[in-house]
């Protein structure tokens, strides 16, 4: 009997774990220019896009029985071509992004702000929440849910 080869599947899957608060490390983000249109006055820009910080929940293994990579999406002013791992992003000063680093980091937000990278290593407490429906409100079958990660709480 053959194997059949002529898909190959790329990407991350989406894990599926409780809701509520948990222990997460940032592992790496991407850039994407989904939701976003071209700068008819600069080519190597886009304006909008989404940033995807991919967070390794539980990393201690204290309450899941195996590893899982949530993400949190965050809207960008605009992308810095190419887009991608470790993509270049511009956000304004009241952006979820910000916002979020301010809160936990106070006055050294702006100097955190300036990459992800930052973030590495630092334990954070993150809200996680059931994915039920599709970005046009389209019911998901429960074997399509998903969790994804809403909110930076605190510092771990």
């Not at 700068?39 to 539980?58: A, E, Q, T």
């Not at 990579?69 to 470790?86: I, K």
């Not at 511009?90 to 300036?114: C, D, H, M, N, Q």
Request: charge should be positive; hydrophobic fraction near 35%; charged fraction near 35%.
């Amino acid at each position: 009997m053959s194997q059949i080869t002529d898909c190959e599947i790329i990407g991350r899957d989406s894990a599926l774990i409780p809701e509520g608060e948990h222990e997460v490390v940032l592992d790496s983000w991407e850039t994407s220019s989904r939701f976003s249109r071209k700068d008819k006055d600069d080519p190597s820009v886009i304006k909008g896009g989404k940033l995807y910080l991919w967070f390794r929940v539980d990393p201690y293994k204290q309450v899941l029985d195996s590893e899982a990579m949530l993400f949190m999406a965050m809207n960008v002013s605009s992308l810095v071509l190419p887009t991608g791992e470790n993509g270049k992003f511009k956000v304004g000063a009241r952006s979820k992004y910000y916002k979020t680093l301010k809160r936990l980091f106070g006055e050294k937000a702006a100097e955190i702000a300036r990459s992800p990278k930052s973030l590495k290593g630092k334990v954070l407490v993150a809200r996680v929440r059931t994915v039920k429906s599709d970005d046009k409100q389209r019911k998901h079958s429960e074997e399509e849910w998903y969790s994804v990660i809403d909110e930076l709480i605190e510092l771990g």
